[in-house]
C-alpha cells in the first residue's frame, strides 16, 4: 500500500525551476519529519533536504539558496521548490517520512538538460 505520493518533476533546461510535491496520510505526516532524498545513476541515495513537525528545515550544501522545502499542515504535504536548476540535479527524486517509521515515496524523476 503506498503510503506517500509524490508529484511533479519533469524535465528542464539548466537554469529553470521545477516544483515536487507529496502527499502522505494525516497519521504518517503529523508525527514525522519529512524529507527529500535523491538518487542519481549510478549514485547513492543522498539527503536533499528536510522539514521537521516543529518547521526545522536542513538542506544539503549543494542545494542551499536554490531548494526549498516547505510544509502544509493541514494539507498534510511537503514540497520541494527547485530554483537555478543544474544537469548535476538529475536524478531520481524520493519523499521520505520519519517518525514513528519510515516511509518512502516510489520516486519523481527530475531531469535537467544543459
Known amino acids: 500500500q503506498e503510503q506517500l505520493v509524490e508529484s511533479g518533476g519533469g524535465l528542464v533546461l539548466a537554469g529553470g525551476s521545477l516544483s515536487l510535491s507529496c502527499a502522505a496520510p494525516?497519521?504518517?505526516?503529523?508525527?514525522?519529519?519529512m524529507g527529500w532524498y535523491r538518487q542519481a545513476p549510478g549514485k547513492q541515495r543522498e539527503l536533499v533536504a528536510t522539514?521537521?513537525?516543529?518547521?526545522?528545515?536542513t538542506y544539503a550544501d549543494s542545494v542551499k539558496g536554490r531548494f526549498t522545502i516547505s510544509r502544509d499542515n493541514a494539507k498534510n504535504t511537503v514540497s520541494l521548490q527547485m530554483t537555478n536548476l543544474k544537469p548535476e540535479d538529475t536524478a531520481v527524486y524520493y519523499c521520505?517520512?520519519?517518525?514513528?517509521?519510515?516511509?518512502w515515496g516510489r520516486g519523481a524523476q527530475v531531469t535537467v538538460s544543459s
Open positions: 521520505n517520512a520519519k517518525g514513528y517509521g519510515i516511509f
Open positions: 494525516e497519521s504518517i505526516f503529523s508525527r514525522s519529519t
Open positions: 522539514n521537521t513537525v516543529h518547521g526545522r528545515k
